[in-house]
C-alpha cells in the first residue's frame, strides 16, 4: 500500500519528543512521493515542519484509530510498535483505571501504588472456569489458564513473574498462589493451601527490605512449586531461592534498610521473651542504622512481627526454635557492634570485656577468646606447616562482617528447608504449577556483581521467553496452514556465550579468583585482552580501566569491576567456623551440621518425599570432596542454579507476567513514560510486539470479518459461504496479496491493513452519513418551507376574518350605542321626575308625624304628673300610719312589762312565807284522805276481783309505766316552764339588740346593693372583655386545632412512614436470618459430605475394604438421635471405624492436634447444652408432677364412677329383662292369635320396632365410638405428655459418643434440640400473648352460646323423647369440651378444680355412654332371637298357604350391615418399613412409574403409613417410619443430586409430607381450610412438631440442591445467551482481537443463545408444575433463578471492556424485555423476579444514556440507584465505542460522578455475588384431597400396605 494513501490530511501520526518520548501530531497537508518535510500540527496546535532522515526517509509511524486505543491485548492494535503499546497502555491506566494489559502471551501489569478492590472472593470466582480472552486481563485469568492447561493438558505449569524492584512482582505471585489456594482447596484438613499463603510473611520478614525504589522489595529470587494431586487439589509446595543478597546484612545505602526481620526484632524488645536477647532500638546497632531511615510509613514493626511468628507457628516451628531463631538473629547484630582496633599496622585487636561481643559469645554459646582470637587472626596452610597470622583493622572488619553474613545466609536456607518441611505432602504429587519471582532487570549508576547476576539471569529467561513466542507464531501460522516464512527476531545467545561461555566472562571470574595474587584490576586486563576486539556486545568505558560494559537486550550497563572477586569467592574465616560449631547452641550446630553436604548458603536440600525435586545446587557429590564444596564460587553456583531453573522452565508450559512501575515517586495512578518505555525495552513486551508485527499480527476468523466489513461489500458480493465471499472481498479491497493471507478458520493481516480497513469502512460509513444528513436536511428543510406556507395561509385566512369580523362589530356597536342613548335619557328623567315626587312626600309625613307626636308628649305629661301626686299623697298617709301604729305597739309593751314585773315580785315574796306551805300541805292532807278512801275501796274491790287481778297484772304494769313516764314528763314540762319564765328577760333584751342588728343590717344591705350595682358595671365590662378575649381565644383554638391536625397529618405520615421502613426493617432482618439459618445448613450439609470424603479417602488409603456407608444426619432433633438404625447402618458404622483404627497411625499431626481442639470445643459447648438440657428437664418433671397429681385426682373421680355406674347397670339389667319379658309374651299371644303373619298390623309394628331399634343401634355405636376415641385419646394424651421431646435418652446418646466427629454430629443435634426448645418457648409466649384476645371474646362467645342454648333448647322440645335425650347428651359434651378448651388459659388453681369438675361430668357421660353400649348390645341379641323367629313364621306362613301371589313382595327380615368407609390409613408390618422406603423413595424414578401419579402421591402414602402408627399408639413405628423416610430422601439426593427432575421430585414430596404434617396436626391454625372428615383424619397420640422442623430443614437442603442444580445447567448459557448472542442482528459490531481471542458474538452451531435459556426456563417450570410444587415455592424458584441470570450477566459485563458499548446495553435490554414477556405468560410478575433484574437493567440504561453534561451526571445517579458507585464508575471507565461515531466518556465525567456519589453508604464489593441464595419460606398449603379417597397403583409395587 503506497505511502501516499496512507499519510494523507488529518491522518495522525507519532513524533519524537524529549520530555514524552513519543507525542501526536496530525498532517495538515498530503505527503507525497520525495517530499522531505511532513507539515504537521500538534494537539495543542502549535505548528511544526517534521524534517525526514534523508537516508533512510523514514516516515513517523502512524496512530491507530480511536476505536482501537485502550484495548485489552496490545496485538489487537493495527499498528505494532513502541509510541502505539506506549499511549494504549497509558490510556487503560490512566483515564480507565485498568492496570493490567495483554500483550500476546504477557501480562503487562502496572503497579497502581493503591489498594484496588478487584481481588476478594467474587473476583475469583468470576474468573474460575472462564476463557483467557473472555474476560479483561487479570492476574486471576493467567492463574486460571495455567490452571486449566495443567488439568486439560496434564503438563506441568510455570508462571513467571518478572520486573524491577517496586514494580510489584511479590504481590502479583502472592495473588496468584492464592488464586491456586482459593479454586482448588486442598485434598485433606491440613489446609495446605493456608500454609502456602502463610510462607509468604515468613519470607519477607527474612527476605525483603527497604529500598529507594520499594518498601518491600524482594532481595533474592524464589521459585514455589504448588503441587497438586489427581483431582487438581493442593497437597504441598516447595521453594527455590536464588542469589539472597548477603551483603545488605552489613551495609544499606541512604534510605534503605536492612532486612525487616531485624527491625522488628528490636520494635519487639519489649517483650519478655525477648529480654535475654538485650536489644535496644535499631539505631543503637551498626547493621541498621547505616541508612538513616528505619521507619517505614505506614507499617508497624511490632504488629508485622506478631504476624511472622503467627505464620512460623502454623508451618510448624514451635516457640522454643522461634526463639532460637531470634538469639542468632539478635547475635548478628550484636556481632555488628563489636569495635576493632588497630594494634599496629599488620594487626588488629578486640578490647577485653567487649560488651557486644560477650553478649554475641552468650547467645551463641561460644567462649569470648576464641571468637575474639579468630575475629583478629586467620590461619595460612603450607604444604609443610600451618601459621596463625594476625590481620589489619580493615580486614578484620571484612571477616566480622563477612561471618556476619555466613550465619544469615545459613540461618535463611534453614528457614527455607524447614518450610519446605511444613509444606511437604505425603501424597504422591500428579503435577504442579511454579510460581517464579524473580528480579527484573536492573541497571543503576554503580553496578555491581548482584546486577551482573541479575542481568545474566534475564538474559536467559528473555531468551526462553523469545524462543517460546517464536514457537507459538509457528504453531499458530501451521495449525491454519499459512505458509511459513522465518521471521527474525532478536537472539540474545551471544551475549549469555559473552557471560557464560569457556574464557567468558565468568570463567575468568572463576579462574582469577584462584589466582593467589588474584585483584579486580588484574580480572580487568583479562577481560579487556579477552573480549574487547573479538565481542561487539563487550565494551571499555573510555574514562575508566577498573570497568566494562555489555550489551544486554535491553539496554547497555556499565560494570563496575571493584568487589567483584571478593563477591565471588565469599569466603568466610574457617577457624571462625569451627568455633561455632563447637558452640552449646543446638539450633548453631544445627545450621551448621554436615556442611560439606550444602554446596551453597543459597542451596537447598532436595526433598525426600513424592515426585523428586529439582534444587538450586547441583548434584550431590561424594563425601571425599566436602572440602572442596563449599569452596565453590558464588558465580559458579548461580550458574549451576540457573541452568536447573532453565531445565525446569523448559519443561512446564510458562506463562508470563511482566511488572511495569509507572514512576520513581510511588504516586498513585502517576504515568511517566520515560520510565515506562524503559522497563517494557528490558522486559521484552517490546521484542514481542516486534515479532508479531514481523508476521501477520492480525487475524480475524471468517465470520467477524464478514460481520465488521459487510458494510464494504455489495449485495451481490455477499454469497452463501462467508469464506469464498470475504476472499473476493478481500481481493477488491487490498490489491498486495503479501499483505493478507487465508487460513482454515482465520484471515490473517500484516500490520496496519486493518487500520487501512477501517479507515474505508469510516469512509463508507461517513459518505453515507453526508448522504443520510443530505437526505433529511433537504427533508427538513421543505417541510419546513410546507409549514411556513401553510402558516402564512393560514394566517391571511385568521387576519381577514378578523378585520370582517371587526366591522360587523363595530356596525352592531354603533346601532347599540343609540339605542343605549335613547333609554338612558328617559331613565334620566323619569328619575328626577320621581325623586322630586318622594321628596314632597317626605317633608309632608315628617311635618305631620312631628306636629302629633308634640300633642302625645303634653297629653303624657299631664297623665304623669296626677299619678305622681297620688302616689306621694298615699305615701305620705301610709308612713303618718306606721308612726302612730309603732309607738302605741311600744307604749303597750311598756306597761304590760311593769306591770307583769310587779307581779313576779309579788309571787316572790309569797312563796317565801310560811302560810303559803301551810296551804299547800291543807291541799295534800285532803289528798291523802281521799286516797285512803280510795285504796279502802280498792281492797274491797280487790276481794271481790282476785280472779281479776291476776289477769290484769301485765297491763297495770303496763300502765303504771306509763303513769310514771307521764309524771316524769310533767315535772320536766314544769322545769321548762320555771325556765320559760326565766327566758322572758333574755328575750326581750335579745330583741333590742335584734332591732338594733336589724337597723346595722339594712345600712349594710344599702352599702352592699351599692356596691353589688358597682360591681355589676365592672362585671358587666369584664364580661365585654372575656367575651372578646374569648373571641380572640377561640380563633387561636381554631388556629392551634388546624395547626395541631397538621402537625397529627405530618406525625401520621412520618409514623406510616417510620412504621414502614421499621417493617421493611423487620423483613429484611427475618430474610437476613432465615439467610444465616439456611447458610449453616448449607454449611453443615457441606461438612457432612466432606467428612463421608473424608472417611471414604483415609480408607482407600488404607487400603481397607468396607460395605457402603450412610451418613449420620446431624439435623436431626433429639427425638431422631433415640431411633434405632438399620442393620446396613450399623455394619457400615463398624466398617468405617475398622478403617479409621487402622489409618490412625498415618494421620498427619497436625490433623491430630486440630480435630484434639475441635473435641475440647465441642465437649464444653456439649456441657453448656447439657446444662441448659439439665434445666429444661426439671421444668419438665415439675411440670408432669402437677399432670399426675391432676391424674390421681381423676382417678378417684373414676373409682366413684365405678359404683356408681354398677348400680345405674344392675337397675337397668332388671328393666331391660322386664322389657323383654313382656315382648315375649306379646309374641306368643300373637302367635297364638294368629296375628303374627305377615302384612298383619302385630307384624308391621314390630318390623317398624325393629328397623327403628336398627337405626338407632347403628347411630348409638358410631357416636359410642365417636366420644370413646375422643376420651382415650385424651386420657393418652395426659399419660404420653412430653414422650416426644424425652431429653434423657438423648443424654445417653450423647454421652457414649466418643470419637470426634460423632461429637461433631451430636454438637449439632444438641444445637437444633437448642433451637426447637427455644422455638417452643416462642410459641408458648406468642400462645400467652394470645390469652387477652381470647378473653376479649369470651362474653361474645357466652352470649352467643346463650342464643344457641335457647336454639337449641327450642329445637329439642320439638323432637321425640329418645332423639331429646340424644341431642342433649351430644350438646352437653360440645358444651363441655369448648369450656375445657376456653379455661385451658386461665388461673392453673381454677383450672385444676374445673378440670376435677369436668372428669366427673366425663364419668357420667362414660356412664351413659357404657349403659347406650350395653342397651345396644342386649338390642342385637334380641333382634337376632326376633329375627329368626320371624323367619320361622314366614316360613310356616309360606308352608299352610303355597297358593299366595307370587307378586307379592316380600319383606326381608335380617338387617344388612353398611360397609365401613376407609380411614386414610394404610397399615404395614414393621419388617415391611425398609421394603417401603426402597420402592416408594429409593427405587422411584420421576421420569418412570411417577410420571403418571397425581403430585404428592408418595408424600400422602407415607402419611397414611404414619397415621397407622400414630392411630395404634406405637411411638418406635413413627420414629422409626419418620428417620427411614429421612435419611432415603437424603440418600437419593446424594446420589442423584444433580438431576433437576429428582431433586423437584422430592421437594415437591418433602413439601407435600409437612403440608400433611401441619394439615393433620390438630392445631387450629392449620385446621382451618379442613373438611369435618380431614379433622376426623387428624393425629391423636403424638405431637409431631420436632419433625416438622426437621423436615423443614430438609426442605431448606433440597431447595438449595435445587437451586444448586438449576444454576449448574443455567451458568453456561447465561453469559453467552444474555451477552455475547446477537439477538438484534447487525446492531453490534465485531471490534478486532488480538491473539486472546475472545469468545465470538455471532451465534455458531452448538454456542447457546436466549432462545436456550428460555427454553430451559420453561423446562424448570414444566417439570415443577408436573410435579405439583407449591406454586409460592415456584416463585421464590423463579427468584432465585432471575437474580442468577442477572447477578451473572452483571459480573462479566463489569469485567470484559469489549461488552460496555451502546449497542450491547440495547442487546440486554432486549433480553431483559423478553425474560419479563416470559414472566407474564407464566403469571409471576408478582413473585420479586422482575426486580432482582434491576442493577442488570440500570447498567444497561448506563450504556446507553448521554454522558457529558452535568445534567446527564445527575440523571445517572438517580436513575442507577440499584447500582454501586463502584460499579457505575466501572462501567463508565469500560464503556468502549465500537464504531467511530461514539465518544469515550471523559475523565472529568466520571470524577463528577463520583463526586455527586461519595455520600452514598453501601458496600465496596464490586461484583455481585451470585452464591447468594435468598432464604426460603414454605407457606402452608392445604391439599383438598380426600386420603380416604386416594387409590395406589399397583406400578409402585407396595401391594403390602392395607388400607384401613
Not at 665 to 678: E, H, L, M, S
Amino acid at each position: 500500500m503506497a505511502a501516499s494513501e496512507l499519510y494523507t490530511k488529518y491522518a495522525r501520526v507519532w513524533i519524537p519528543d524529549v520530555e514524552e518520548v513519543w507525542k501526536s501530531a496530525e498532517l495538515t497537508k498530503d505527503y507525497r512521493q520525495g517530499d522531505g518535510v511532513l507539515q504537521l500540527q500538534l494537539e495543542d496546535g502549535k505548528e511544526l515542519e517534521y524534517k525526514l532522515d534523508p537516508k533512510t526517509n523514514n516516515l513517523p509511524h502512524l496512530r491507530n484509530p480511536d476505536i482501537l486505543v485502550g484495548e485489552n491485548d496490545l496485538t489487537a492494535l493495527s499498528y505494532l510498535h513502541e509510541p502505539a503499546v506506549l499511549h494504549n497502555l497509558k490510556v487503560r491506566f490512566i483515564d480507565s483505571k485498568l492496570i493490567y494489559t495483554y500483550c500476546g502471551i504477557v501480562l503487562v501489569a502496572i503497579n497502581p501504588y493503591e489498594t484496588l478492590p478487584i481481588y476478594g472472593s467474587d473476583i475469583i470466582n468470576a474468573y474460575s472456569g472462564q476463557n483467557m480472552g473472555d474476560m479483561d486481563p487479570h492476574i486471576f485469568a493467567v492463574a486460571e489458564e495455567a490452571y486449566k492447561q495443567m488439568a486439560r493438558d496434564e503438563r506441568n505449569q510455570s508462571i513467571i513473574v518478572s520486573g524491577e524492584s517496586g514494580a510489584g512482582k511479590t504481590v502479583s505471585a502472592k495473588y496468584a498462589m492464592r488464586y491456586f489456594a482459593t479454586v482448588s482447596g486442598s485434598a485433606s484438613e491440613a489446609n495446605v493451601e493456608e500454609k502456602v499463603l502463610a510462607s509468604n510473611p515468613i519470607m519477607e520478614s527474612i527476605g525483603n527490605a527497604k529500598t529507594t525504589r520499594n518498601d518491600n522489595s524482594s532481595r533474592f529470587g524464589k521459585y514455589i512449586e504448588i503441587g497438586f494431586d489427581k483431582k487438581y487439589h493442593i497437597i504441598g509446595a516447595n521453594m527455590r531461592t536464588y542469589l539472597l543478597e548477603k551483603s545488605r546484612v552489613v551495609f544499606q545505602a541512604d534510605e534503605e534498610r536492612n532486612y525487616h526481620i531485624f527491625y522488628q526484632l528490636c520494635a519487639s524488645a519489649h517483650l519478655p521473651e525477648f529480654k535475654a536477647l538485650k536489644l535496644g532500638k535499631a539505631d543503637d546497632f551498626h547493621y541498621t542504622k547505616q541508612g538513616r531511615n528505619p521507619v517505614i510509613d505506614g507499617v508497624d514493626d511490632a504488629k508485622e512481627m506478631s504476624s511472622t511468628r503467627n505464620a512460623f507457628i502454623l508451618l510448624g516451628v514451635n516457640e522454643s526454635y522461634q526463639l532460637g531463631l531470634f538469639q542468632i538473629l539478635a547475635s548478628i547484630l550484636h556481632l555488628g557492634n563489636v569495635e576493632v582496633k588497630d594494634r599496629d599496622s599488620d594487626s588488629s585487636i578486640i578490647p577485653p570485656n567487649n560488651g557486644h561481643l560477650s553478649v554475641f559469645c552468650e547467645l551463641m554459646g561460644v567462649t569470648y577468646q576464641d571468637m575474639s582470637h579468630w575475629l583478629c587472626h586467620k590461619k595460612l596452610k603450607t604444604a609443610t606447616e600451618t601459621y596463625i597470622k594476625p590481620i589489619p583493622k580493615l580486614q578484620a572488619i571484612n571477616a566480622r562482617d563477612a561471618l556476619a553474613k555466613h550465619i544469615y545466609a545459613k540461618l535463611f536456607n534453614w528457614i527455607v528447608d524447614h518450610v519446605n518441611k511444613a509444606l511437604h505432602s505425603t501424597v504422591k504429587q500428579h503435577s504442579f504449577i511454579g510460581v517464579l519471582d524473580i528480579y527484573g532487570f536492573e541497571t543503576f549508576e554503580i553496578n555491581s556483581f548482584e546486577q551482573f547476576c541479575i542481568n545474566y539471569a534475564n538474559e536467559k529467561l528473555q531468551q526462553q521467553f523469545n524462543m517460546h513466542v517464536f514457537k507459538l507464531e509457528q504453531e499458530e501460522y501451521m495449525k491454519e496452514q499459512i505458509p511459513w516464512t522465518l521471521i527474525d527476531f532478536y537472539d540474545n545467545q551471544p551475549c549469555i556465550n559473552l557471560i557464560e561461555a569457556k574464557m567468558g566472562i565468568l570463567d575468568l571470574l572463576d579462574e582469577e579468583c584462584k589466582m593467589p595474587k588474584g585483584s579486580d584490576d588484574s580480572w580487568a586486563q583479562k577481560l579487556y585482552n579477552t573480549h574487547l576486539k573479538t565481542c561487539a556486545l563487550f565494551e571499555k568505558p573510555r574514562m575508566s580501566n577498573k570497568a566494562f560494559i555489555i550489551q544486554h537486550f535491553a539496554d547497555k550497563v556499565e560494570y563496575q569491576c571493584d568487589g567483584f572477586l571478593e563477591k565471588n569467592k565469599d569466603t568466610v574465616n574457617e577457624e571462625q567456623i569451627n568455633v561455632l560449631k563447637a558452640s552449646k547452641f543446638d539450633l548453631l550446630v544445627e545450621l551448621f551440621h554436615d556442611e560439606e553436604k550444602a554446596t551453597s548458603p543459597t542451596g537447598a536440600a532436595p526433598a525426600t518425599g513424592g515426585r523428586t525435586r529439582l534444587s538450586v545446587k547441583p548434584d550431590k557429590k561424594k563425601p571425599g570432596q566436602a572440602s572442596k564444596e563449599h569452596k565453590k564460587t558464588v558465580g559458579l553456583q548461580f550458574r549451576n542454579s540457573l541452568q536447573l531453573l532453565m531445565e525446569t522452565l523448559n519443561a512446564t508450559t510458562p506463562h508470563y507476567v511482566r511488572c511495569i512501575k509507572p514512576n520513581d515517586y510511588k504516586y498513585a495512578f502517576t504515568f511517566d513514560p520515560k520510565r515506562a518505555v524503559q522497563q517494557l525495552r528490558a522486559c521484552g513486551v517490546l521484542e514481542t510486539i516486534r515479532i508479531s508485527a514481523a508476521g501477520f499480527p492480525s487475524r480475524w476468523t471468517y465470520q467477524e470479518f464478514f460481520s465488521r466489513y459487510r458494510v464494504l461489500m455489495k449485495q451481490k458480493d455477499v454469497l452463501t459461504d462467508k469464506k469464498m465471499t470475504c476472499k473476493n472481498v478481500l481481493e477488491k479491497l487490498v490489491q498486495d496479496p503479501d499483505k493478507y493471507q487465508f487460513g482454515k478458520t482465520k484471515i490473517f493481516f500484516r500490520a496496519g491493513q486493518v487500520a487501512y480497513l477501517e479507515k474505508l469502512r469510516a469512509d463508507k460509513l461517513r459518505a453515507a452519513c453526508i448522504r443520510i444528513q443530505k437526505t433529511i436536511r433537504c427533508w427538513l428543510v421543505r417541510k419546513k418551507y410546507l409549514r411556513m406556507k401553510h402558516a402564512a395561509t393560514t394566517i391571511q385566512r385568521y387576519v381577514r376574518g378578523y378585520q370582517a369580523r371587526c366591522l360587523a362589530k363595530f356596525l352592531r356597536r354603533t346601532r347599540a350605542a343609540i339605542i343605549i342613548q335613547k333609554y338612558q335619557r328617559m331613565y334620566v328623567q323619569r328619575k328626577y321626575y320621581k325623586r322630586k315626587q318622594a321628596a314632597a312626600l317626605v317633608m309632608q309625613c315628617i311635618l305631620r308625624a312631628y306636629m302629633a307626636r308634640q300633642l302625645y308628649k303634653a297629653l303624657l305629661r299631664e297623665h304623669k304628673a296626677i299619678i305622681i301626686q297620688k302616689m306621694v299623697r298615699g305615701w305620705l298617709a301610709r308612713q303618718w300610719y306606721k308612726r302612730s301604729l309603732t309607738a302605741i305597739v311600744y307604749l303597750q309593751c311598756c306597761i304590760r312589762r311593769m306591770r307583769a314585773k310587779q307581779e313576779l315580785k309579788k309571787l316572790k315574796i309569797e312563796a317565801r312565807s310560811v302560810e303559803h306551805f301551810k296551804k299547800l300541805n291543807i291541799g295534800m292532807e285532803n289528798k291523802i284522805m281521799q286516797l285512803q278512801r280510795r285504796i279502802d275501796e280498792q281492797n274491797k274491790e280487790n276481794r271481790v276481783l282476785s280472779e281479776r287481778l291476776n289477769s290484769l297484772e301485765i297491763s297495770h304494769a303496763t300502765e303504771s309505766e306509763r303513769l310514771r313516764v307521764e309524771v316524769t314528763r310533767l315535772r320536766g314540762a314544769e322545769e321548762d316552764a320555771k325556765n320559760n319564765a326565766n327566758k322572758v328577760t333574755s328575750l326581750l333584751e335579745e330583741v333590742e339588740r335584734l332591732r338594733k342588728d336589724l337597723q346595722n343590717t339594712q345600712k349594710e344591705k344599702k352599702a352592699i346593693e351599692d356596691w353589688a350595682q358597682t360591681y355589676q358595671d365592672e362585671m358587666e365590662k369584664m364580661i365585654s372583655e372575656l367575651k372578646e378575649q374569648n373571641h380572640l381565644l377561640k380563633n387561636e383554638k381554631n388556629d392551634l386545632n388546624r395547626l395541631i391536625q397538621e402537625q397529627s397529618q405530618q406525625w401520621t405520615d412520618k409514623m406510616q412512614r417510620a412504621l414502614k421502613e421499621e417493617t421493611q426493617q423487620l423483613e429484611n432482618d427475618l430474610n437476613e436470618e432465615r439467610s444465616r439459618y439456611q447458610n449453616l445448613l448449607t454449611e453443615h450439609l457441606r461438612l457432612e459430605e466432606k467428612y463421608d470424603d473424608l472417611k471414604e479417602e483415609i480408607t482407600l488409603t488404607v487400603n481397607v475394604p468396607k460395605p457402603g456407608h450412610r451418613r449420620t444426619d446431624s439435623t436431626h432433633s433429639s427425638n431422631e438421635s433415640e431411633c434405632t438404625y438399620n442393620s446396613e447402618f450399623a455394619e457400615s458404622e463398624e466398617g468405617t471405624r475398622g478403617g479409621e483404627d487402622v489409618s490412625k497411625g498415618i494421620l498427619d499431626m497436625s490433623l491430630f492436634l486440630k480435630l484434639q481442639k475441635r473435641v475440647s470445643e465441642l465437649e464444653q459447648e456439649k456441657q453448656s447444652l447439657q446444662n441448659e438440657l439439665d434445666r429444661r428437664e426439671e421444668q419438665f418433671q415439675r411440670a408432669r408432677a402437677r399432670d399426675d397429681e391432676e391424674h390421681k385426682k381423676a382417678r378417684g373421680a373414676e373409682l366413684e364412677y365405678e359404683s356408681l355406674k354398677r348400680q345405674e347397670l344392675e337397675s337397668e339389667n332388671k328393666k331391660l329383662k322386664h322389657d323383654l319379658n313382656e315382648m315375649r309374651q306379646s309374641l306368643r299371644g300373637g302367635a297364638e292369635a294368629g296375628s303374627g303373619a305377615p302384612g298383619s298390623p302385630a307384624y308391621t309394628v314390630l318390623l317398624d320396632q325393629l328397623n327403628a331399634s336398627n337405626e338407632e343401634l347403628e347411630v348409638r355405636k358410631e357416636e359410642v365410638l365417636i366420644l370413646r376415641s375422643q376420651l382415650v385419646s385424651q386420657k393418652e394424651a395426659m399419660q404420653h405428655k412430653g414422650t416426644m421431646t424425652e431429653p434423657l435418652p438423648y443424654i445417653e446418646d450423647v454421652q457414649k459418643l466418643t470419637d470426634a466427629k460423632e461429637i461433631s454430629q451430636a454438637y449439632m443435634g444438641l444445637k437444633e434440640t437448642n433451637r426447637l426448645l427455644e422455638s417452643q418457648l416462642q410459641a408458648q409466649r406468642r400462645s400467652h400473648d394470645n390469652e387477652v384476645e381470647v378473653l376479649r371474646g369470651e362474653l361474645q362467645s357466652v352470649k352467643e352460646d346463650n342464643n344457641r342454648q335457647q336454639q337449641l333448647l327450642a329445637q329439642n322440645l320439638q323432637l321425640p323423647p329418645e332423639a331429646r335425650i340424644e341431642a342433649s347428651l351430644q350438646h352437653e359434651i360440645t358444651r363441655l369440651t369448648n369450656e375445657n378448651l376456653e379455661l385451658h388459659s386461665d388461673d392453673p388453681k381454677e383450672y385444676k378444680a374445673y378440670r376435677i369438675s369436668m372428669l366427673r361430668r366425663m364419668v357420667d357421660l362414660m356412664e351413659q355412654l357404657e349403659k347406650q353400649d350395653k342397651t345396644v348390645r342386649k338390642l342385637k341379641k334380641q333382634l337376632k332371637v326376633f329375627a329368626k323367629k320371624i323367619n320361622d313364621l314366614e316360613g310356616g306362613q309360606m308352608d299352610v298357604s303355597p297358593g299366595q301371589t307370587a307378586d307379592e313382595p316380600v319383606h326381608p327380615v335380617n338387617i344388612p350391615r353398611r360397609e365401613k368407609d376407609f380411614q386414610g390409613m394404610l397399615e404395614y408390618k414393621k419388617e415391611d418399613e425398609l421394603k417401603l422406603v426402597k420402592n416408594l423413595i429409593l427405587e422411584l424414578k420421576p421420569r418412570g412409574v411417577a410420571v403418571n401419579l397425581i403430585p404428592g402421591l408418595p408424600a400422602y402414602i407415607l402419611f397414611m403409613c404414619l397415621r397407622h402408627a400414630d392411630y395404634i399408639n406405637d411411638d418406635q413405628k413413627v420414629r422409626s417410619l419418620l428417620t427411614s423416610v429421612i435419611n432415603s430422601i437424603k440418600k437419593i439426593l446424594k446420589k442423584r443430586g444433580d438431576d433437576f427432575e429428582t431433586v423437584s421430585f422430592w421437594l415437591s414430596n418433602t413439601c407435600r409430607f409437612l403440608h400433611c404434617l401441619k394439615q393433620y396436626s390438630g392445631d387450629e391454625q392449620f385446621m382451618k381450610h379442613n373438611t369435618p372428615k380431614q379433622n376426623d383424619h387428624c393425629l391423636s397420640n403424638f405431637d409431631l412438631a420436632e419433625y416438622r422442623q426437621v423436615l423443614s430443614d430438609l426442605a431448606i437442603q433440597i431447595y438449595q440442591q435445587l437451586i444448586k442444580c438449576m444454576e449448574n445447567i443455567l451458568q453456561p448459557m447465561i453469559v453467552s445467551g444474555m451477552l455475547e448472542h446477537e439477538t438484534i442482528q447487525g446492531v453490534s459490531g465485531v471490534k478486532p482481537t488480538g491473539l486472546r481471542k475472545r469468545t465470538s458474538s455471532i451465534a455458531d452451531e452448538g454456542t447457546y443463545t436466549l432462545d436456550s435459556i428460555i427454553r430451559q426456563l420453561n423446562s424448570f417450570h414444566s417439570i415443577m408444575c408436573h410435579h405439583g410444587t407449591d406454586p409460592e415455592l415456584i416463585k421464590q424458584v423463579v427468584k432465585q433463578q432471575f437474580y442468577i441470570i442477572g447477578a451473572v450477566t452483571l459480573n462479566n459485563l463489569l469485567l470484559r471492556k469489549d461488552m460496555c458499548s451502546w449497542s450491547k446495553g440495547m442487546q440486554i435490554r432486549y433480553n431483559v424485555s423478553q425474560l419479563e414477556e416470559w414472566l407474564r405468560d407464566k403469571n409471576l410478575m408478582t413473585c420479586g423476579a422482575k426486580e432482582t433484574l434491576e442493577p442488570l437493567i440500570q447498567a444497561a440504561q448506563l450504556l446507553q444514556v448521554k454522558k457529558k453534561t452535568d445534567e446527564d451526571a445527575e440523571a445517572i445517579c438517580s436513575m442507577c440507584n440499584g447500582l454501586s458507585t463502584a460499579q457505575i464508575v466501572k462501567v463508565l471507565n469500560l464503556y468502549t465505542p465500537v464504531n467511530a461515531f461514539e465518544e469515550r466518556v471523559s475523565v472529568l465525567f466520571i470524577r463528577t460522578i463520583q463526586t455527586r456519589l461519595r455520600d452514598r453508604k453501601e458496600s465496596p464489593q464490586l461484583l455481585m455475588d451470585t452464591k447468594v441464595i435468598y432464604p426460603v419460606t414454605f407457606p402452608f398449603n392445604p391439599s383438598s384431597l380426600a386420603l380416604e379417597t386416594i387409590q395406589i397403583p399397583g406400578s409402585l409395587n407396595v401391594g403390602f400396605l392395607t388400607r384401613v
